[in-house]
């Protein structure tokens, strides 16, 4: 028991860490989920290109984010090019807004 006393700010600390990084790599790969998910469904089948994974998803985003100097592709890079004021919440919600709008778009070419 005195150890947890001793070292409760470390562990609490490290415990946020490790949280955030799983909540980190959790979000970039939902946001690379949902650039695969429209290559797919898509730009493949209206292009007759191959499909992509999950991996080649995250290249095509890091390449373009070095080709074109924006950092990561954000709606908050958006927001920086065109001096619009943004909430920070619009960050996090922009993936599922895409991920929305593609699913109704390959549910419309679906039918």
């Known amino acids: 028991m005195k ?24 979000f970039i790969g ?15 089948s209206i292009l007759m290109l191959p499909n992509i994974n999950i991996w080649q998803a995250g290249g095509v985003i890091t390449l373009v984010s070095l080709l074109t100097g924006v950092k990561g592709l954000s709606i908050n890079a958006i927001y920086k090019a065109t001096g619009a004021k943004m909430n920070n919440w619009s960050v996090f919600v922009h993936p599922f807004i895409i991920h929305a709008i593609l699913w109704i778009l390959v549910q419309l070419a679906a039918m």
Do not use: P, R
């Open 3 to 26: 150890f947890i006393d001793k070292h409760a700010s470390t562990i609490i600390l490290a415990i946020t860490y490790l949280f955030a990084g799983i909540l980190i790599t959790g």
């Open 30 to 44: 939902y946001y690379w989920y949902v650039l695969q998910y429209g290559w797919n469904n898509i730009v493949a």
